[in-house]
């Protein structure tokens, strides 16, 4: 994956367009090339305000970079796989959405301590033995832990 950065320092000194704040925005292209050559190269943009003045260490291209990476890096880490494992995107519910997200969110980084490669086998592992999962809310440290050690 290639990402640049364009769009630096537009040149606002804080009083930019009704953002309070606002000293840049950017712009971010990702340029993806998929192991399977058939299929196409995607190029996206993604666009970001920050307070963050140009010139600065942390307004400085490499660093806005860096946070935009960590950024999706959330993005991809959390909230892809409570969508692809959990369907989360695909959930009607109306009271209690954000209790059952944070459930979600912590079913994940338990799930991380499952030793199973592939997300669904852990779920899988898990549904099949639900110890795993009250031993994983008992633990004060995470190793990681193996179907058999229940």
């Avoid at 000293?23 to 998929?34: A, N």
């Avoid at 892809?80 to 959930?91: F, I, P, W």
């Avoid at 669904?120 to 110890?131: C, E, G, Q, S, T």
Wanted: overall charge positive.
């Amino acid at each position: 994956m290639d990402t640049r950065i364009s769009g630096y320092g537009h040149g606002s000194q804080g009083d930019g367009g009704g953002w309070p704040g606002l000293r840049q925005v950017i712009c971010i292209r990702c340029r993806r090339e998929p192991l399977n050559a058939d299929r196409p190269v995607t190029v996206e943009d993604h666009y970001y305000l920050t307070s963050r003045r140009p010139g600065t260490r942390r307004g400085s291209p490499e660093a806005l970079l860096a946070a935009g990476r960590r950024h999706w890096g959330i993005e991809n880490e959390l909230h892809h796989v409570k969508d692809r494992s959990m369907g989360e995107d695909a959930g009607r519910c109306r009271r209690g959405a954000t209790a059952l997200a944070r459930l979600r969110s912590l079913a994940v980084g338990l799930m991380e301590h499952v030793e199973e490669q592939w997300t669904p086998l852990k779920h899988i592992a898990v549904a099949a033995n639900p110890l795993i999962g009250l031993r994983l809310l008992k633990q004060k440290c995470f190793p990681k832990l193996r179907g058999k050690d229940f």
